[in-house]
């Protein structure tokens, strides 16, 4: 089965501190996604990236930035956290091929910006 | 303009009863997927099925049914026999095969709750 982990569950942080989400998955797939998901609004694309080093911009990218050094890691970067950044983030890894296409989600991070 | 539209926040069926949850999409592809995530309390976006523009017949899978309308640009949700399982929040969502990227647009969401 594939897994995407989510380096934690819950977290919390102050205004102005630098945040880093990781997210790791195991099945060698390029693509990766962060989402972050607030009540009413669905889910919305931050980042993505389709390969190592490679980053492309989703539809709220503001006050986010990412990072992708190695192809099973994708990390989400708050560089000062606001209050207005308190939500869900789910990371998402995406097998497409043989005529299937599957997009495979973490368990999601619950941050808090007090 | 919003390409996935969810009209129900929040819905309520009986146990043992079934239940549709409201889908309408926006495109101007030809080629484009359709999905329904379960999201339970717990966070855990979890797939449920599937149903791809040129596939003819609507898709299942087990007690889940997607009723497409091509036409009406329409892909509902049929949950069979509800359990008391199923109270989660669900999502539809799009991908359009023209984008590379294969991200996913996603709806708000409809919260289901399963009566005993």
């Given at each position: 089965?594939?897994?995407?982990?989510?380096?934690?569950?819950?977290?919390?942080?102050?205004?102005?501190?630098?945040?880093?989400?990781?997210?790791?998955?195991?099945?060698?797939?390029?693509?990766?996604?962060?989402?972050?998901?607030?009540?009413?609004?669905?889910?919305?694309?931050?980042?993505?990236?389709?390969?190592?080093?490679?980053?492309?911009?989703?539809?709220?990218?503001?006050?986010?930035?990412?990072?992708?050094?190695?192809?099973?890691?994708?990390?989400?970067?708050?560089?000062?956290?606001?209050?207005?950044?308190?939500?869900?983030?789910?990371?998402?890894?995406?097998?497409?091929?043989?005529?299937?296409?599957?997009?495979?989600?973490?368990?999601?991070?619950?941050?808090?910006?007090? | 303009?919003?390409?996935?539209?969810?009209?129900?926040?929040?819905?309520?069926?009986?146990?043992?009863?079934?239940?549709?949850?409201?889908c309408t999409y926006d495109t101007s592809d030809q080629?484009?997927?359709l999905f329904w995530y379960k999201q339970p309390s717990?966070?855990?976006?979890?797939?449920?099925?599937?149903?791809?523009?040129?596939?003819?017949?609507?898709?299942?899978?087990?007690?889940?049914?997607?009723?497409?309308?091509?036409?009406?640009?329409?892909?509902?949700?049929?949950?069979?026999?509800?359990?008391?399982?199923?109270?989660?929040?669900?999502?539809?969502?799009m991908r359009e095969v023209e984008d590379s990227s294969?991200?996913?647009?996603?709806?708000?969401?409809?919260?289901?709750?399963?009566?005993?």
């Amino acid at each position: 089965d594939v897994k995407v982990t989510q380096s934690s569950r819950y977290l919390v942080k102050r205004t102005g501190e630098k945040v880093f989400l990781e997210c790791v998955q195991d099945m060698d797939h390029e693509n990766m996604f962060w989402y972050r998901q607030d009540p009413g609004l669905g889910l919305r694309l931050i980042y993505f990236s389709y390969d190592v080093k490679m980053k492309e911009k989703g539809d709220i990218p503001e006050g986010y930035s990412v990072s992708r050094e190695k192809k099973e890691r994708f990390s989400l970067i708050l560089e000062s956290a606001s209050t207005n950044q308190t939500s869900m983030y789910l990371c998402a890894s995406v097998h497409s091929g043989a005529g299937r296409f599957s997009q495979y989600f973490g368990p999601g991070t619950r941050l808090t910006v007090l | 303009a919003q390409k996935i539209t969810q009209t129900q926040p929040g819905m309520f069926v009986q146990e043992k009863e079934a239940v549709t949850l409201d889908c309408t999409y926006d495109t101007s592809d030809q080629s484009y997927g359709l999905f329904w995530y379960k999201q339970p309390s717990s966070g855990e976006m979890i797939f449920l099925i599937y149903q791809g523009s040129y596939d003819e017949q609507n898709a299942t899978e087990g007690r889940y049914s997607l009723n497409f309308q091509k036409a009406r640009k329409s892909a509902n949700l049929v949950i069979s026999a509800s359990q008391l399982g199923d109270s989660a929040m669900y999502f539809c969502a799009m991908r359009e095969v023209e984008d590379s990227s294969y991200k996913l647009i996603f709806g708000s969401g409809t919260r289901l709750l399963v009566r005993p």
